[in-house]
């Protein structure tokens, strides 16, 4: 399958979602779809919901969109006092029902289902060494190895079994559990992936890769979950475990200036602002003289906004964005993928027809989508095309759960700033620096390592 937007883009991951009740309710399968809703643009391959009414748990998942796998009759057949649920976007095993998520099993303790969001750097090893013991597997994803060691664990207790799990796994994940009447949440030592603590104001508890989830939900962000920190919700409340205790702050950069919803607040920061003050920076690194500023629909639109402000350039709408196109396509010819662009993303004539324009754009990852931008435009009358993007140059690809493409594909990773603004036909072009990156975040603390090749975790050996 193939999204006629994202040539140029990192994919995205996925998404998961939780909610705990003390009493069952008609509306907990609603609200796990409101929030997997939310999440969407975290994955648009699969979408599953697992629902436990007084322990048992029944799973329903499908290929699409959340709205096209569940109906209003079959969430009413789901019904239970707490729920986890999964959008999904394939980093890990191909794209079909039996690797669709949350994963359901049988161990010692009763019935177990886990959704993930991340991706494990040692998977292959520990399903290897799961098989020589005996272990089945009936999907190929990497998130099968976290529900099997569980169950396979299962005789020290659940808490335990996660713990131990959870300790011998490498890599990215948050993790939402549904087991022994509790739900649970659990978060990578480095706290890669993201994952927040909400409430309603009926006292139900959500977990939620991102806060526009528990907005979408009816329920109040508490705070985010700490890296290395697994919390256990039940009818007694909420109770914090620190698993891991040499932790170290990574969460990945992407997840803010990319990739969350603008809504979202990811580690106490404001996406939206972050990616404003983004464009800010940008404007002072490199001034330009131009007429007009645009944001490339819909991610680039918050950084470009933020160059307008800083500049006195006045922002304008230049592209218009088809809303009404599906996420995928499947994949063309070179010629047919250049043409979906157009379908896409269409140029505001009367707004660009001669200016010299700024366009702003989240990312510039493999160059494709950029250089056919700035074409269009120019075919539309702009005179002078100055590309900004609001991270730094990507170089390096991501093993945590991020299809970045291989650093063969990555077109910083082979040509000079200088270079690229010649492939993709810019009069100017530049990244935000890393320096600057770290200003607007807050913070060094974060994965940078699709920039600088700095990981948190250690990497597959001759990938790079």
């Given at each position: 399958?193939?999204?006629?937007?994202d040539?140029d883009?990192?994919?995205?991951?996925?998404?998961?979602?939780?909610?705990?009740?003390?009493?069952?309710?008609?509306?907990?399968?609603?609200?796990?779809?409101?929030?997997?809703?939310?999440?969407?643009?975290?994955?648009?391959?699969?979408?599953?919901?697992?629902?436990?009414?007084?322990?048992?748990?029944?799973?329903?998942?499908?290929?699409?969109?959340?709205?096209?796998?569940?109906?209003?009759?079959?969430?009413?057949?789901?019904?239970?006092?707490?729920?986890?649920?999964?959008?999904?976007?394939?980093?890990?095993?191909?794209?079909?029902?039996?690797?669709?998520?949350?994963?359901?099993s049988?161990?010692?303790?009763?019935?177990?289902?886990v959704?993930?969001?991340?991706?494990?750097?040692?998977?292959?090893i520990?399903?290897?060494?799961?098989?020589?013991?005996?272990?089945?597997?009936?999907?190929?994803?990497?998130?099968?190895?976290?529900?099997?060691?569980?169950?396979?664990?299962?005789?020290?207790?659940?808490?335990?079994?996660?713990?131990?799990?959870?300790?011998?796994?490498k890599?990215?994940?948050?993790?939402?559990?549904?087991?022994?009447?509790?739900?649970?949440?659990?978060?990578?030592p480095?706290?890669?992936?993201p994952?927040?603590?909400?409430?309603?104001?009926?006292?139900d508890?959500?977990?939620?890769?991102e806060?526009?989830?528990?907005?979408?939900?009816?329920?109040?962000?508490i705070?985010?979950?700490?890296?290395?920190?697994?919390?256990?919700?039940?009818?007694?409340?909420?109770?914090?475990?620190?698993?891991?205790?040499?932790?170290?702050?990574?969460?990945?950069?992407?997840?803010?200036?990319?990739?969350?919803?603008?809504d979202?607040?990811?580690?106490?920061?404001?996406?939206?602002?972050?990616?404003?003050?983004?464009?800010?920076?940008?404007?002072?690194?490199?001034?330009?003289?131009?007429?007009?500023?645009?944001?490339?629909?819909?991610?680039?639109?918050?950084?470009?906004?933020?160059?307008?402000?800083?500049?006195?350039?006045?922002?304008?709408?230049?592209?218009?964005?088809?809303?009404?196109?599906?996420?995928?396509?499947?994949?063309?010819?070179?010629?047919?993928?250049?043409?979906?662009?157009?379908?896409?993303?269409?140029?505001?004539?009367?707004?660009?027809?001669?200016?010299?324009?700024?366009?702003?754009?989240?990312?510039?990852?493999?160059?494709?989508?950029?250089?056919?931008?700035?074409?269009?435009?120019?075919?539309?009358?702009?005179?002078?095309?100055?590309?900004r993007?609001?991270?730094?140059?990507?170089?390096?690809?991501?093993?945590?759960?991020?299809?970045t493409?291989?650093?063969?594909?990555?077109?910083?990773?082979?040509?000079?700033?200088?270079?690229?603004?010649?492939?993709?036909?810019?009069?100017?072009?530049?990244?935000?620096?890393?320096?600057?990156?770290?200003?607007?975040?807050?913070?060094?603390?974060?994965?940078?390592?699709?920039?600088?090749?700095?990981?948190?975790?250690?990497?597959?050996?001759?990938?790079?």
């Amino acid at each position: 399958m193939y999204d006629i937007h994202d040539i140029d883009k990192m994919e995205e991951e996925c998404g998961v979602f939780g909610v705990y009740s003390k009493t069952a309710k008609e509306e907990i399968s609603t609200l796990t779809y409101y929030g997997l809703y939310a999440l969407q643009h975290r994955g648009q391959e699969s979408a599953g919901i697992t629902i436990s009414n007084s322990g048992k748990k029944t799973t329903y998942k499908g290929m699409g969109l959340v709205a096209d796998v569940f109906s209003s009759e079959k969430l009413k057949e789901l019904q239970g006092n707490a729920a986890i649920g999964h959008v999904r976007y394939s980093t890990s095993g191909e794209s079909k029902l039996v690797n669709a998520q949350p994963l359901e099993s049988k161990f010692k303790l009763g019935q177990i289902a886990v959704a993930h969001n991340g991706t494990l750097v040692n998977a292959d090893i520990i399903r290897e060494l799961l098989e020589d013991s005996g272990s089945t597997f009936i999907t190929n994803i990497d998130s099968e190895v976290i529900i099997n060691m569980i169950a396979r664990k299962a005789s020290k207790g659940l808490e335990e079994a996660i713990r131990s799990t959870v300790s011998a796994i490498k890599g990215s994940y948050a993790l939402t559990i549904l087991a022994d009447h509790k739900l649970i949440g659990v978060r990578d030592p480095y706290g890669i992936r993201p994952l927040c603590l909400g409430q309603n104001k009926e006292g139900d508890y959500f977990l939620a890769s991102e806060s526009c989830a528990l907005d979408a939900a009816g329920a109040d962000l508490i705070r985010d979950i700490e890296p290395g920190e697994m919390v256990v919700i039940d009818d007694d409340g909420v109770r914090s475990v620190k698993y891991a205790e040499n932790t170290k702050n990574a969460p990945c950069s992407f997840e803010t200036i990319y990739f969350a919803r603008p809504d979202s607040i990811i580690d106490g920061k404001s996406a939206f602002q972050v990616r404003v003050e983004s464009g800010k920076y940008l404007a002072r690194q490199k001034p330009v003289d131009a007429d007009v500023v645009i944001g490339v629909p819909d991610s680039g639109i918050p950084a470009a906004i933020g160059f307008a402000e800083e500049s006195g350039i006045p922002y304008t709408v230049g592209l218009i964005k088809n809303k009404y196109i599906g996420r995928t396509f499947i994949k063309p010819s070179q010629e047919l993928r250049e043409k979906a662009v157009q379908v896409k993303l269409n140029p505001l004539k009367v707004n660009v027809e001669g200016k010299r324009v700024v366009v702003v754009d989240d990312s510039l990852v493999r160059g494709t989508t950029s250089r056919l931008l700035i074409q269009m435009l120019r075919r539309s009358g702009a005179t002078e095309v100055h590309f900004r993007s609001a991270s730094p140059a990507v170089k390096f690809p991501c093993y945590f759960g991020i299809d970045t493409a291989h650093r063969k594909e990555l077109i910083a990773a082979k040509l000079s700033v200088e270079e690229i603004k010649e492939e993709i036909g810019a009069d100017s072009l530049d990244y935000l620096t890393l320096p600057n990156l770290a200003k607007v975040l807050g913070s060094e603390d974060f994965c940078l390592g699709c920039f600088d090749g700095e990981y948190p975790v250690c990497t597959p050996m001759g990938e790079v």
